[in-house]
Nanobody, 121 residues
Framework: QVQLQESGPGLVKPSQTLSLTCTVS??????????WSWIRQTPEKGLQWMGS???????YYSPSLKSRTSISRDTSNNQFTLQLTSVTPEDTAVYYC?????????????WGQGTQVTVSS
């Protein structure tokens, strides 16, 4: 069974770059035809898909976040990483990584436990 674990700082200052890593075990991030996604959750907006990287390395981003978001992967360590630039307090959220069975409908079948990120000076 695939397992995902988010890691990264819990506090980021405004205007800085948020960087999170998702480590995957029990399955390879290069396995056809899965996508590996970042999702965030706030009480006000609920769940928001941020972007995904596919089994072959292609990337897809939410239009509302595309200018600030970058997703990359390290296949040797079976990890994928989120970078969100120029953060503001509105980026405070619980951030999840998940395995996604396809775009654009997003069928998530495995989730990390989530990590709280607070943007504050």
């Amino acid at each position: 069974q695939v397992q995902l674990q988010e890691s990264g700082p819990g506090l980021v200052k405004p205007s800085q770059t948020l960087s999170l890593t998702c480590t995957v075990s029990g399955g390879s991030i290069t396995t056809n035809y899965y996508y590996w996604s970042w999702i965030r959750q706030t009480p006000e907006k609920g769940l928001q898909w941020m972007g995904s990287i596919s089994y072959d390395g292609a990337t897809y981003y939410s239009p509302s976040l595309k200018s600030r978001t970058s997703i990359s992967r390290d296949t040797s360590n079976n990890q994928f990483t989120l970078q969100l630039t120029s953060v503001t307090p509105e980026d405070t959220a619980v951030y999840y990584c998940a395995r996604d069975r396809g775009l654009p409908d997003h069928e998530y079948d495995s989730w990390g436990q989530g990590t709280q990120v607070t943007v504050s000076s």
